[in-house]
């Protein structure tokens, strides 16, 4: 009777433990890019934008106000991407095997960015954008650390066909009304 009672209580005890346990650690951060893949012509000249969030920052953990490094690279030497804000955050073009990064200050909330595309890399490329705290780029839980990738990819030839098929047919339409 004694051991059944003792294994009991150990049990109930074991998942007091387990789920104190689970409820100090922390989550780590999210980053989020909003297009799902990226378009862009790969043209070498055009620009495309999205937007980067950065959330669920650990501010518990990591103090109330601390620096916190947000970095992007892509996955081939002619695509180039950049992370920036509104005001003089920038962390400047970077491609593959160069990895650019810039902090900022956290202070409570969730943070956005923009994301510029560009290059002449063939289609299905891909991009990361990284955050964590600190002043450098770490791949460490530890440091609060997440990443998102994308890729980016050439817009289909029916993107880009039907709206000019449908404006060239409204055309034709008012101009046949017109008559």
């Known amino acids: 009777m004694n051991t059944k009672k003792t294994i009991r209580v150990s049990i109930v005890a074991l998942l ?7 409820m100090v650690t922390a989550m780590p951060a999210t980053v989020t890019i909003a297009a799902n893949p ?12 999205t937007i ?23 996955d081939h030497a002619d695509l180039e991407a950049r992370v920036a804000d ?10 593959l ?27 299905h490329q ?15 839980s530890a440091q609060d650390s997440a990443s998102c990738t994308r890729p980016v990819d050439i817009p289909e030839f029916a993107t880009i066909a039907i709206p000019v ?3 060239l047919g409204l055309v034709l339409y008012m101009r046949k009304k017109k008559d």
């Open 86 to 95: 509104s005001g003089n955050l920038d962390t400047g073009w970077a491609n």
């Open 52 to 74: 980067v969030t950065v959330s669920d920052i650990d501010y518990g953990g990591m103090g109330d106000t601390h620096t916190r490094c947000i970095s992007v690279i892509t």
């Open 165 to 167: 098929v449908a404006l």
């Open 126 to 140: 891909h991009i990361t954008v990284a955050d964590n705290n600190g002043t450098t780029y770490t791949p460490d």
């Open 16 to 22: 007091i433990v387990l789920l104190s346990v689970g």
């Open 97 to 123: 095997g160069n990895r650019t990064e810039v902090t900022y200050t956290a202070s409570g909330g969730d943070y956005t960015f923009k994301l510029y595309v560009r290059g002449t890399a063939p289609s």
């Open 38 to 49: 990226i378009t862009n012509p790969l043209d070498g000249t055009t620009v495309s934008t």
